[in-house]
């Protein structure tokens, strides 16, 4: 190789900027931001309420619907080992002589499910159905460790609607009692 070559040219590109970030550096760009987050802060003001007083406790207050888990479905919506519970009603508001639900249920009976993930003892999933003024108020908290909290997932209840309106003739809640072993 010739000691007289020339090296070559190297092209140095300025660094380039991405068009997102870019828009930082336009004025003003901060300014518009701070509404935006105030937005997005108060879209979650609901995110993290917690499981009111009023549904906890509810594996020991309320009668068991279920008798076993609802072992994990296709489709489901509610992931996991589920039980289902009905709180603040007698039994005997509940279930006629023949061991049937009755339905309508009453005004002021809440229905809980609670889910547990495979491998874990701990309900990651609570999900309400709370009947006020004739309709049901949907409403579904989740964690994902022991020590937390449930807290509330900021969803509309449409979702929860148009699905349980398969079960519009029972009332909107699929599960009943289930008879137990004597
Ligand atoms: C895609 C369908 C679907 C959607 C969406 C859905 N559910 Fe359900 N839900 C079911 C089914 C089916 C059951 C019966 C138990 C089972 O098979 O898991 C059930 C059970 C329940 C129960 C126990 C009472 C019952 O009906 O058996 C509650 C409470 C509940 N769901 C609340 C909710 C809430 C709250 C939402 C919305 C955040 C919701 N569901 C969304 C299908 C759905």
């Not at 009111?52 to 279920?66: K, V």
């Not at 993930?117 to 999933?125: C, E, V």
Request: hydrophobic share 35%; glycine share 6%; with cysteine.
């Amino acid at each position: 190789m010739n000691s007289e070559t020339p090296p070559a040219t190297v092209t140095v590109q300025p660094a380039s900027i991405p068009e997102g970030c870019a828009a930082w550096d336009r004025p003003g760009a901060a300014v518009r931001a701070i509404p935006m987050l105030s937005i997005v802060i108060a879209l979650c003001s609901a995110c993290g309420t917690p499981l009111p007083d009023a549904i906890a406790g509810f594996e020991t207050r309320c009668i068991e619907l279920t008798t076993d888990e609802v072992p994990p479905h296709d489709d489901d919506p509610h992931e996991g080992f589920k039980r289902v519970y009905a709180c603040d009603l007698t039994l005997d508001q509940l279930v006629d002589e023949t061991g049937a639900t009755r339905r309508p249920f009453p005004e002021g009976t809440l229905i809980v499910k609670s889910s547990r993930r495979d491998g874990q003892d701990f309900s990651w999933l609570v999900a309400t159905a709370h009947k006020e003024g004739g309709v049901w108020d949907w409403a579904e908290y989740t964690r994902n460790f022991v020590d937390e909290e449930l807290r509330l997932i900021p969803a509309g209840p449409e979702v929860c609607v148009d699905c349980h309106r398969g079960a519009q003739s029972l009332d909107w809640i699929f599960t009943s009692y289930q008879p137990r072993q004597q």
